[in-house]
């Protein structure tokens, strides 16, 4: 089993930056795919960004390539999503999720097995 929690989140200007910290514990979760999915109010839940656990190999959403990094700390149990030059549309909870059982990241939610409470990103214009 894997226990998400994640912080960071926070109400910033457009054009501002935050990152977000996803804590892991569990013995899988340096052998898990993690990745940061998004849902804005009305809207469906997104993939964001997702990060393998063997060659740290990282995939983004078109809508954030270039402007959000996800990187992960295996020894310290920790996923990291560096958000810059947000834009308002970037408003949204922001979760993490782990899927052990992957080699490759999954864009779809129904991949991962454990997610976190979320956290608020605001984008104000």
């Known amino acids: 089993q894997v226990q998400l929690v994640e912080s960071g989140g926070g109400v910033v200007q457009a054009g501002g930056s935050l990152r977000l910290s996803c804590a892991a514990s569990?013995?899988?979760?340096?052998?898990?795919?993690m990745g940061w999915f998004r849902q804005a109010p009305g809207k469906e839940r997104e993939f964001v960004a997702g990060?393998?656990?063997?060659?740290?190999?990282?995939y983004y959403a078109d809508s954030v390539k270039g402007r959000f990094t996800i990187s992960r700390d295996n020894a310290k149990n920790m996923v990291y999503l560096q958000m810059n030059s947000l834009k308002p549309e970037d408003t949204a909870v922001y979760y993490c999720?782990?899927?052990?059982?992957?080699?490759?990241?999954?864009?779809?939610?129904?991949?991962?097995?454990?997610w976190g409470q979320g956290t608020q990103v605001t984008v104000s214009s």
């Open positions: 999720a782990a899927d052990p059982s992957a080699r490759l990241v999954g864009t779809r939610g129904s991949a991962y097995d454990y």
């Open positions: 569990g013995r899988t979760f340096s052998t898990s795919v």
């Open positions: 990060i393998t656990w063997n060659t740290f190999r990282t």
